[in-house]
C-alpha cells in the first residue's frame, strides 16, 4: 500500500494539511522552521531505516495483541472498546511506525513499550470524558497522534481538532486522519496560543488533552481558554503528590484562568508503573488578556 501524505505546509502558512480546519491569518514571521518543502512518500519494499511495511504491520499486529492482554485485567475499559475499535487502532500504529522511518515521530516503537505508553495510557482516560458539556474537544501538542488518535477512535461523536505547531507533525497527521477515514478529527498546524486567541476557537471546547506538553501553569493558560465553562483539561502526568511544586503551581495558574482546583487522577493500571492525569474544570470565563503571546507562557509562567 502506498501513503502519499499531503504536502507539506509552512508554519504560518494556512494551507490545509490533509482534513485540516484553516485557522486565523497571523504574523508572517512565525515561520515553521522545522517544515521542509515537497511531499513524504511511505511506500516501497524498504522505509528509511530499513524496516518494511510488513514489519510495520507485524509490530503493529503484535501491539494489538498486548493491548488485548492487557484489558482483559481492565474488563470496565475493554467493554468500551468494539471489534472494529481495535482493528482501526492497530492500522493508527502502523501508519505511525512507518512515518516515524522519515519523520521520527516517537521514541516508542517496540510492541508491548506502544501497546502500554500509547495505547493503554491514552484510553484509560476515557471515563473521565462521559458527560461532557460541549462535543468539541481539542488536544494540545499532538505530535504523533497520542493521546487524541487513539481516544478519537474509541469516541467517534467527539469532534477533534489536533494542534501542533510543526508544520511536518502536523501534516503526518493530516495523513493518519485520512488514511484512517477518521471524518470527526481535523488538524491545525499552529500554536496553541493562536488557537486560544481565535473567537471561532476560545471558550467552545468541552475537552482539551495533552500529554507531554508542558508544566501544569503553562499547560494551564493554554488549555482553559479554549474550554467553556464546565469544560475540563485532562493532562497526561507521571506520578504526581498533592504537595507537589508542579501542582500547587498550576492550581494557582488555573484559578486566574478560571479554573477550579486540579485533580490528581491515579489510574487503576500498574501497567502504566505510577501515570497520573490531571483534571481541571473550567468554572468561569477567561480573562481576555490570556493566553498571552507565542512564547510568554513558558517564558514566564503563571503560578
Given at each position: ?127 473521565l470524558m462521559d458527560d461532557l458539556r460541549s462535543s468539541l474537544a481539542f488536544d494540545l501538542g499532538s505530535g504523533g497522534g497520542v493521546p487524541a488518535i487513539p481516544i478519537a477512535i474509541a469516541r467517534p461523536d467527539l469532534s477533534w481538532l489536533l494542534v501542533d505547531s ?138
Open positions: 500500500m502506498e501513503i502519499l501524505l499531503p504536502p507539506v505546509a509552512e508554519y504560518g502558512n494556512r494551507a490545509w494539511l490533509g482534513p485540516m480546519r484553516k485557522p486565523a491569518d497571523t504574523d508572517a514571521t512565525r515561520e515553521d522552521r522545522n517544515a521542509t518543502s515537497g511531499s513524504i512518500f511511505v511506500s516501497g519494499p524498504v522505509g528509511a531505516r530499513g524496516s518494511s511495511p510488513n514489519t510495520h504491520a507485524a509490530s503493529a499486529r503484535h501491539a494489538r495483541e498486548a493491548l488485548e492482554t492487557d484489558l482483559r485485567s481492565l474488563p470496565d475499559l475493554a467493554a468500551r472498546l468494539s471489534v472494529a475499535m481495535l482493528d482501526r487502532i492497530e492500522a493508527y500504529v502502523a501508519l505511525l511506525l512507518a512515518a516515524n522511518d522519515l519523520l521520527n515521530l516517537t521514541r516508542v516503537t517496540e510492541p508491548v513499550a506502544i501497546a502500554r505508553l500509547h495505547l493503554l495510557d491514552a484510553l484509560v482516560a476515557l471515563p510543526v508544520g511536518k507533525k502536523a501534516r503526518a497527521l493530516g495523513g493518519f486522519v485520512k488514511e484512517l477515514g477518521l471524518s470527526s478529527v481535523e488538524v491545525i498546524a499552529d500554536r496553541a496560543e493562536v488557537v486560544g486567541r481565535d473567537p471561532r476557537y476560545r471558550e467552545r471546547a468541552g475537552l482539551v488533552t495533552a500529554r507531554a506538553v508542558a508544566a501544569l501553569p503553562v499547560l494551564a493558560e493554554l488549555a482553559l481558554p479554549l474550554l467553556i465553562d464546565g469544560g475540563r483539561l485532562i493532562a497526561w502526568k507521571g506520578p504526581l503528590a498533592a504537595g507537589d511544586e508542579e501542582l500547587r503551581r498550576g492550581a494557582r495558574a488555573a484559578t486566574k484562568l478560571g479554573g477550579g482546583t486540579p485533580d490528581v487522577i491515579l489510574l487503576d493500571a500498574p501497567q502504566l508503573g505510577g501515570h497520573t492525569l490531571v483534571r481541571i474544570t473550567k468554572e468561569r470565563p477567561t480573562p481576555a488578556g490570556y493566553p498571552r503571546h507565542p512564547g510568554e507562557p513558558a517564558r514566564r509562567p503563571l503560578g
